[in-house]
C-alpha cells in the first residue's frame, strides 16, 4: 500500500488550496479514505472521511472542506476554501477498511492501518 500527499503550499487567509493523495496497492474504490492533520505541538484530528459518495466532515472545516476521490486515477481530493490560520498543519491521507473510530475528534496512528507522508499547509499572511 502506498499513499502519496501533494498539493500544501504556504497560502494567505481566506484563499483556497486542494490537496490530492494517490493511492495503489489495494482496492481504492471501496476503501474508505480520510484526511488527518497534526498542527505544531497538536495531536492527530480527524478531517474528513469519504466511503463511496458518503462524506464526514469535522466540524472545524465543514462547509469549507471538501472531499471527492476519483476512482479511475486512484486520488483522492481535499478542497480546502476560506482557509484561517488555524488550518495550518501537516495533512496526512490515511485508509482503513473500516470507518474510523476516531472521527469527530483526535486519532492515534492505531487507527488507521495506512498513512501517506503528509503534505505541509501553512496559512499565513
Known amino acids: 500500500v502506498q499513499l502519496v500527499e501533494s498539493g500544501g503550499d504556504l497560502v494567505q487567509p481566506g484563499g483556497s488550496l486542494r490537496l490530492s493523495c494517490a493511492a495503489s496497492?489495494?482496492?481504492?474504490?471501496?476503501?474508505?479514505m480520510s484526511w488527518v492533520r497534526q498542527a505544531p505541538g497538536k495531536g492527530l484530528e480527524w478531517v474528513s472521511t469519504?466511503?463511496?459518495?458518503?462524506?464526514y466532515y469535522a466540524d472545524s472545516v465543514k462547509g469549507r472542506f471538501t472531499i471527492s476521490r476519483d476512482n479511475a486515477k486512484n486520488t483522492v481530493y481535499l478542497q480546502m476554501n476560506s482557509l484561517k490560520s488555524e488550518d495550518t498543519a501537516l495533512y496526512y491521507c490515511?485508509?482503513?477498511?473500516?470507518?474510523?473510530?476516531?472521527?469527530?475528534?483526535?486519532?492515534?496512528?492505531?487507527?488507521?492501518?495506512?498513512w501517506g507522508q503528509g503534505t505541509q499547509v501553512t496559512v499565513s499572511s
Open positions: 496497492g489495494f482496492t481504492f474504490s471501496s476503501a474508505y
Open positions: 490515511a485508509t482503513d477498511p473500516r470507518y474510523p473510530y476516531c472521527s469527530g475528534g483526535y486519532c492515534s496512528r492505531a487507527d488507521f492501518g495506512y
Open positions: 469519504i466511503y463511496n459518495s458518503n462524506t
